[in-house]
């Protein structure tokens, strides 16, 4: 009796995710466990593809212990963000992942039902460290099926293109879907093929913290991030104190902000940011927590993130809430104290029931 019920029992999918999940940075992490928490959740069998690299870990304790260069980090500071960072490799070590192989060299790798490639900067060639990493293509993957969720180039403008090598590689993928309107034109130019736009699996698979257990004697506006303009300091600072809100700098150093919290782990990042009056960053996810939690919040763009953040706001219609030089003092006021409006709430159950439509297509 027990082998017939075996028979008849659904085999859980293998899948394996194939993204950027031992960055130092909060963003990476949640997307990474988002994502395959997610795909848990919906009865998979999902792991984490570990990747290994001597050079690229050298590359992330590096940045991820000297964030802010060309300033150098005090003493002081490196003993925070050295204990930032072994709380982040804690957290990694209890995500589900699959054996260890090396970065370059995958043929070791057990085999899987489906791959999916993303979420975060995958196809980003320009990354300073994961750049030009054939596998994050699909190179050397022992796999039946292979898709993306949410990937995204980053800062290789679409305008620059893709040359043929790439190219080939992503022909190999069955199914497409990406994150931003600059990989969604990167994709159609290259390939002659429309990809899905899909949400960021943080607003697709919401992390479950509890912003309860955060207690903080006044309220405060969360500052994620670093190397903000001036006049965006500025008017922030104006901002918070015309609401009566305190600064707090989580993760980063910003002389500029009340409090310094350098060692907050993933999970305390998530709590201080669903906990918060409101948000200022200048992250890709910084946006993403503010959306997620819905926070009022400003994002000054750096050219590095500049596609990635416009095309967040641009599909979720918070276009207001990316701030330039010229944006006056009043209208920061406003958008670090109103609620979010409605229509970006309806606007992202849209794209959750779109992306959730497109995972169980391509894992039908």
């Known amino acids: 009796m027990a082998a017939h019920w075996l028979e008849i029992m659904p085999r859980r999918r293998k899948i394996g995710v194939l993204t950027f999940h031992r960055c130092i940075n909060y963003g990476s992490y949640w997307q990474a466990?988002?994502?395959?928490?997610?795909?848990?959740?919906?009865?998979?069998?999902?792991?984490?593809l570990d990747h290994d690299s001597a050079k690229v870990n050298r590359a992330e304790w590096r940045c991820a212990l000297r964030p802010l260069l060309p300033e150098r980090t005090s003493r002081s500071d490196y003993r925070l963000?050295?204990?930032?960072?072994r709380r982040f490799l804690g957290a990694f070590d209890a995500l589900p992942r699959s054996a260890r192989f090396r970065l370059d060299d995958p043929q070791g790798l057990e085999r899987y039902d489906v791959v999916i490639v993303g979420s975060d900067e995958v196809w980003n060639l320009r990354?300073?460290?994961?750049?030009?990493?054939?596998?994050?293509?699909?190179?050397?993957?022992?796999?039946?099926?292979?898709?993306?969720?949410?990937?995204s180039f980053g800062n290789h403008d679409a305008a620059d293109g893709l040359d043929g090598w790439w190219t080939a590689l992503l022909k190999r993928f069955s199914f497409i879907s990406v994150r931003d309107e600059n990989s969604r034109r990167m994709v159609r130019d290259a390939l002659n093929r429309e990809p899905?736009?899909?949400?960021?699996?943080?607003?697709?698979?919401?992390?479950?913290?509890?912003?309860?257990?955060?207690?903080?004697?006044?309220?405060?506006?969360?500052?994620?991030?670093?190397s903000f303009p001036a006049w965006f300091t500025e008017r922030v600072r104006r901002s918070a104190a015309a609401h009566g809100y305190k600064l707090l700098s989580i993760g980063y150093?910003?002389?500029?902000?009340?409090?310094?919290?350098?060692?907050?782990?993933?999970?305390?990042?998530?709590?201080?940011?669903?906990?918060?009056?409101?948000?200022?960053?200048?992250?890709?996810?910084?946006c993403v927590f503010a959306l997620l939690y819905g926070r009022p919040f400003a994002c000054a763009t750096s050219p590095y993130r500049f596609n990635k953040v416009r095309d967040l706001a641009d599909?979720?219609?918070?276009?207001?809430?990316?701030?330039?030089?010229?944006?006056?003092?009043?209208?920061?006021h406003r958008l670090l104290a109103e609620p979010l409006g409605p229509a970006v709430h309806e606007r992202i159950a849209a794209l959750r029931r779109q992306s959730a439509s497109y995972l169980d297509h391509v894992l039908a």
């Open 315 to 332: 599909a979720v219609g918070a276009q207001k809430h990316v701030v330039a030089e010229d944006t006056p003092t009043s209208h920061f």
């Open 253 to 286: 150093r910003n002389d500029w902000a009340d409090e310094q919290l350098l060692t907050a782990g993933p999970e305390r990042f998530a709590k201080l940011m669903a906990a918060s009056a409101a948000i200022a960053t200048n992250f890709f996810h910084g």
């Open 81 to 85: 963000y050295a204990l930032k960072t």
């Open 127 to 151: 990354h300073p460290w994961y750049g030009g990493r054939p596998l994050f293509y699909g190179a050397g993957l022992n796999v039946e099926r292979l898709v993306s969720y949410a990937a």
């Open 196 to 226: 899905e736009l899909v949400l960021d699996p943080c607003l697709q698979f919401p992390p479950k913290v509890s912003p309860g257990q955060v207690q903080r004697r006044q309220p405060y506006i969360a500052v994620y991030g670093h």
């Open 33 to 48: 466990r988002c994502l395959v928490e997610g795909l848990r959740a919906r009865g998979d069998d999902a792991v984490l």
